[in-house]
Structure formats: structure tokens, C-alpha cells
């Protein structure tokens, strides 16, 4: 696995599209051959179409050899798949907006997706600004409303379960892009649309992410991983409180609170709250 890894790592940082192309396509299919099973037909007769795989059980995963090795490996910086594809992101923000271009960067947030579910811990890598402000500046109106889309699925997912990277996302005036860009009368539907569902999922009350030095997220835990806590998120987490931001161990927040914060920016936060308390989107109530 450290050799796929070395080579797909090698393709990410080339400056070619069709090498970055590859380095994706082996990221995508190592993480395919951990999360995927073939049935036993399919398997007998490899030429049938990979619309034949059927997503992995979860306590099936966490007991396969391949998944955990992947999540070992992930714990230190040097095979940390989420790191190489928020670099390879910040190379490809760098080069405009082009058809070619605007593929590659869809493909990399989809797998940052895959991978910080995969690996819960490698969320703290948007504790930092540097890279929660990747993910702003890909909300930017002048980038197409695909990128848009997937940026705010990427927001959800590193956002997920990590109040440090909602406090770092605040603070950066996440919410003022967010509700910018919903307000703009040129912003897609589609788009729009998937802001509405942000902005329920940011309303939901946090609860305290458990501490990266003594067991990893609490996805981690149900697959029976916490025994190893991670290095990686570790790291992050005493970068960030030791940041001097002034707030300890970077508080939760309650739907009230964030409803006020979210009110400096949009009329009908009380409406928004009323929604989530009766439907319960996310399958929970806010109470």
C-alpha cells in the first residue's frame, strides 16, 4: 500500500493535468478496493461492470486488513492522503479556471470527502486557515456552480463532528461567504439549494469533540480504531490551541448561539430553526 501511495503522491505534485488525472484515479481506486465488495459471480467473471460493487457493511470494514492498514498509515503525516490532496487542491486553485482544470479540482474535493469520512481524525487539518481558506475561496462566484456544489459537501464533511474547524470557519467569515454567494441573484439553483442544506447542518448543536491525545473521533471508535490515537490530529490540535486565539479549547456552540451569529447575515434564521426543531433533516432533533 506505501508503494500505490508513493506513486499516486508523486502524480499529485506534478504540474501536468494528466499525471494529477492519474495520482486521482489511484487514490480513488485504493479507496474503491477498501470500501467496495464484488459479489462472488461478479467476482468469478472480472469483466463485469463495476457497477457490480456494493459498499462494505461497516463492521465488516472494520475488520478488514486493508482498511486498517490505510487507517494506520493515515495517522502520520508522511502517508496522510487528505494533506496530498488539500496541497494538490491549492496547486490547481492556482492555475484559473479551466474546463480541464475545473474536472480535476471536482475529483480531488470528492475524494477529500472520501477520505476525511475514512479517516475522521485528518478533519483537523482545517483547524488552520490555510486550508479551511482553500475551501472559501472555492466558493468564490466567478468558479462554476459543479465546484460550488462540491465545495459545500467537502464543507460538511470537515466540519463534521470538529468544532475547532466550525470556530476557524467563523472566523474567517465563513458565514458571510456562504450567505454572499446565497444571496446573489447570478448563484445557480443547484447551488442554492445546497447552501440551504449547509446552513441546517452548520444550525445543528455541536457536541466536544473528544481529545485527539487521548482517542480519535467518534466515528473512529464505533470501528473499534480508538486504541490509536492520531498523530496527525494530534499535532493539529496543539497548533491550534496554542494559537492564543483566546478560548482555551475552542468551545462548543448551541443552535442559539450560532442563530445569532448567522443573523448578522440573513433575515430568516428564525424560520431556518423552526424547519430543522419540526423536520428534523439529519435524522435527530436540535433538542
Given amino acids: 500500500m506505501e508503494a500505490l501511495l508513493a506513486h499516486s503522491f508523486d502524480y499529485l505534485s506534478s504540474y501536468e493535468p494528466s499525471k494529477i488525472r492519474k495520482g486521482l484515479r489511484q487514490v480513488e481506486g485504493l479507496l474503491a478496493q477498501i470500501c467496495l465488495s464484488r459479489p462472488k459471480q461478479a467476482a468469478a467473471d472480472k469483466r463485469r461492470s463495476t457497477s457490480q460493487l456494493t459498499p462494505k457493511p461497516l463492521d465488516e470494514l472494520a475488520e478488514d486488513p486493508a482498511f486498517r492498514e490505510f487507517f ?165 490540535s496543539r497548533s491550534v490551541n496554542g494559537a492564543g486565539d483566546g478560548r482555551g479549547n475552542r468551545e462548543t456552540r448551541t443552535t442559539e448561539e450560532k442563530q445569532r451569529l448567522l443573523g448578522r447575515y440573513l433575515s430568516n434564521v428564525e424560520d431556518l430553526v423552526e424547519d430543522l426543531k419540526e423536520t428534523a433533516p439529519f435524522g435527530g432533533s436540535v433538542y
Fill in 72 to 236: 494506520k498509515l493515515q495517522e502520520g503525516f508522511q502517508w496522510n492522503v487528505a494533506m496530498r490532496l488539500v496541497t494538490c487542491l491549492e496547486h490547481l486553485l492556482g492555475r484559473g479556471s479551466n474546463g480541464t482544470n475545473d474536472l480535476l479540482i471536482i475529483s480531488t474535493l470528492d475524494l477529500i470527502q472520501g477520505v476525511l469520512l475514512l479517516h475522521p481524525p485528518s478533519r483537523s487539518l482545517f483547524a488552520r486557515e490555510i486550508y479551511m481558506n482553500l475551501l472559501l475561496d472555492l466558493l468564490d462566484p466567478i468558479n462554476c456552480p459543479a465546484i460550488q456544489s462540491s465545495t459545500l459537501l467537502t464543507l460538511v464533511t470537515a466540519l463534521l463532528d470538529n468544532p475547532a474547524n466550525t470556530r476557524t470557519f467563523e472566523e474567517l467569515d465563513g458565514l458571510l461567504t456562504v450567505t454572499s454567494l446565497f444571496k446573489l441573484r447570478a448563484t445557480a439553483r443547484e447551488v442554492k439549494l445546497k447552501l440551504v442544506e449547509f446552513l441546517y447542518f452548520y444550525l445543528m448543536p455541536e457536541t466536544p469533540t473528544i481529545p485527539a491525545a487521548g482517542a480519535s473521533a467518534p466515528n473512529t471508535a464505533v470501528l473499534g480504531l480508538q486504541r490509536s490515537p492520531s498523530k496527525l490530529a494530534g499535532a493539529f
